[in-house]
């Protein structure tokens, strides 16, 4: 039943197929193409041809292969970026939303804090402080990142406890641990597992973003935001350089995109 309500999602149907092409490319490509730190003094600038099939950066290096493999280096940094807010955020949602009280009021003042900057403004301000590179961003999206997921589960978590179903666990002197994990988490982690999804586009564009403004990932690593940024000069030129990364960066996104929208549509037909 599960499998027929996801085949019978075009949108899941649709994400699943564009991100797992794009993983699988992420993966295996690497092993068969040149390595994207290798430079030809040849090909300098060369178009695209039957060595190199989307030409070569003003270093020689194959454009393909650097693509590539930024392919894969961006959605690494995303996905590990991803599991300490993702958790923090979970635990700290139900915290706030099962007990409430003072609980609950500091982590929503903590919460109003935080958002009251902007997203990116805030990252790239914590960058700097903690210094460039993936530390940096590791650090930087565990700041910020956990508040949507923390406001999204204290939201639903707030409604399920008030169901009788909790009131009657909690007053049959079932275990509070046992009452969050068995009756309130099963019922708030779908929404949370819908905002994962769609959450990678934003990391995505913060880590391609950071790469531009040469605070991500550290040279001579490819990454989609600095391939777009040291290529930006060809723009008119040979467009390829930099658009092809941002041309990656906004299927990424689509992908993405349909697949959270797809997880939305199972599990909305499922409750």
């Given at each position: ?102 609980t609950d009021t500091v982590v929503m003042r903590v919460i109003d804090v935080l958002i009251a900057f902007p ?108 391939m777009i940024s040291d290529n930006r000069a060809f723009i008119t030129t040979l467009w390829w350089l930099p ?22 549509d199972v599990w909305r037909v499922r409750r």
């Amino acid at each position: 039943m599960r499998i027929e309500r996801m085949t019978s999602s075009p949108s899941f149907v649709a994400g699943s197929i564009v991100v797992t092409v794009i993983v699988l490319i992420a993966v295996l490509g690497p092993i068969w193409l040149p390595d994207p730190t290798a430079q030809d003094p040849n090909a300098l600038l060369a178009g695209p041809s039957g060595t190199h099939w989307l030409g070569a950066d003003q270093l020689g290096r194959d454009t393909l292969s650097r693509l590539v493999s930024a392919a894969g280096t961006d959605l690494r940094i995303a996905i590990l970026a991803l599991i300490t807010p993702f958790l923090v955020g979970v635990v700290l949602g139900t915290v706030a939303g099962f007990f409430g009280g003072w609980t609950d009021t500091v982590v929503m003042r903590v919460i109003d804090v935080l958002i009251a900057f902007p997203f990116y403004v805030l990252v790239i301000t914590l960058v700097f402080v903690v210094g460039a590179g993936e530390r940096g961003v590791y650090v930087a999206l565990a700041v910020v990142g956990w508040v949507t997921y923390a406001r999204v589960i204290r939201a639903t978590t707030r409604v399920i406890s008030g169901q009788d179903w909790v009131t009657a666990a909690r007053q049959g002197g079932v275990p509070t641990w046992r009452v969050i994990t068995r009756h309130v988490l099963p019922h708030t982690l779908t929404q949370a597992v819908v905002l994962l999804a769609s959450d990678v586009i934003v990391v995505i564009v913060a880590v391609v973003t950071l790469g531009y403004l040469g605070l991500g990932v550290r040279p001579p690593t490819p990454d989609w935001g600095s391939m777009i940024s040291d290529n930006r000069a060809f723009i008119t030129t040979l467009w390829w350089l930099p658009a092809m990364p941002g041309f990656a960066v906004v299927l990424t996104g689509i992908g993405f995109a349909l697949l959270a929208d797809g997880i939305a549509d199972v599990w909305r037909v499922r409750r």
